[in-house]
Structure formats: C-alpha cells, structure tokens
Nanobody, 124 residues
Framework: HVQLVESGGGSVQAGGSLRLSCAAS????????MGWFREAPGKEREKVAS???????TVADSVKGRFTVSQDSAKNTVYLHMLSLKPEDTAMYYC???????????????????WGQGTQVTVS
C-alpha cells in the first residue's frame, strides 16, 4: 500500500520559515524521483521543487533562493525547506513520486504516479 504523508505545514508570519516533510512507504523509494507542488485557491497546481533519485535538487525560479529540497534515503523522507516566506506562498503543499531518475523537467501533475494528501501553509 503506497503512502506519501506530508507534515510540517502551519501558519507563519511573513519572513518566517517552515520545513515540510514527506514520508514515503509501500514502494521502492530509490526508484522514484520526488516533486513538491503547491496549489493556491483558484490557481493551478504548480511544481516548486524536485529531487532526483541520487539526491540532485532543483527548485522553480519563483522560489529560488528561498526554498530548498533534500532527502533522507534511510528514512524514505523528502523535505522542503522554506525560508523568507511570503503571503503568496500560501497554498496546500503536496509531495509526489514519479517512477523516474529525474523529475526536474517534469512539471505536469498527471506525470506523477503517487501523491500525498497535502499540508496547508498559510503566510500572513
């Protein structure tokens, strides 16, 4: 039974930071790259970061310099580190897994195999 479970969201003031976690289980973690997406009310789901199976991170231009992504393969967990948060970062954040080495050029949600339930981030 595949599960992706996000945690770490919450409400923060502008300029604050959060670390989101995505714990994966039920599949071979090492065979899937991971993406972080967000969806704000009335907007399309957009990818903000990804990490390859060998740990190479990429982030979208919109969050570059503020967000980073990392993983702990021993724990089958991927992290999204968010600094200098802005109100426009307010969204539901999701992690997703794709059966591939690299997710860096893969931006459409339909291209990912598994999804978590999301964790809300609110910046005021």
């Amino acid at each position: 039974h595949v599960q992706l479970v996000e945690s770490g969201g919450g409400s923060v003031q502008a300029g604050g930071s959060l670390r989101l976690s995505c714990a994966a289980s039920g599949y071979r973690f090492a065979s899937y790259c991971m993406g972080w997406f967000r969806e704000a009310p009335g907007k399309e789901r957009e990818k903000v970061a990804s990490i390859s199976t060998d740990g190479k991170p990429t982030v979208a231009d919109s969050v570059k310099g503020r967000f980073t992504v990392s993983q702990d393969s021993a724990k089958n967990t991927v992290y999204l580190h968010m600094l200098s948060l802005k109100p426009e970062d307010t969204a539901m954040y999701y992690c997703a897994a794709r059966r591939d080495t690299y997710c860096s050029g893969i931006g459409r949600p339909s291209q990912y195999n598994y999804w978590g339930q999301g964790t809300q981030v609110t910046v005021s």
